[in-house]
């Protein structure tokens, strides 16, 4: 996804730009998606907040022994969804 794309929210501002990066870059990022492995279905990144590499573990060896991600863009977690970087200062 572009850096500079962004998408109308209901209160009519707009998202921040966001990006996919590899799991391997993601650390320490700002999550612009929610990612929660089914079961138990508990969210490990929640959107806004920064991801740590405890997270980005926990999702690999999910994803590896075959648990079910489908509300991530990417259910294989091979790409994650993060905010632009620059997209959370004010300037």
Known sequence: MD????????????SPPRRGCGPWAAAGRIA????????PGVPVVA???VITDEALDHLRSGAEY??????????SVRTLRVVARGAHTRG
């Open 3 to 14: 850096d500079r794309s962004a998408e109308p929210i209901a209160s009519g501002r707009r």
């Open 32 to 39: 612009a998606e929610t990612i929660s492995p089914h079961p």
């Open 47 to 49: 959107s806004g907040e």
């Open 66 to 75: 075959g648990v079910l991600i489908p509300v991530a863009a990417d259910s």
